[in-house]
């Protein structure tokens, strides 16, 4: 398996983006992470709904 995972079906939702990849054991995850400067904000889950969930309700701290 490659070390750097092949993020598809990216999307922003205001400043999350939101990417489907598959893990180290061939398994479909969800990432969402803020690209807000010293946000810091990262998450993996198991479904793209719980993902885009976490996008839509994240607040950045250092506003």
């Not at 922003?12 to 489907?20: C, D, F, K, L, Y």
């Not at 946000?39 to 839509?56: N, P």
Request: charged residues 25%; proline residues 6%; glycine residues 4%.
């Amino acid at each position: 398996m490659p070390a750097n995972p092949r993020f598809r079906r990216v999307v922003r939702i205001g400043p999350v983006q939101v990417a489907t990849y598959y893990d180290a054991r061939g398994r479909e995850k969800h990432a969402a992470a803020c690209t807000a400067p010293r946000c810091g904000f990262c998450t993996d889950y198991d479904s793209r709904a719980a993902a885009e969930l976490a996008a839509r309700t994240h607040r950045c701290a250092t506003r």
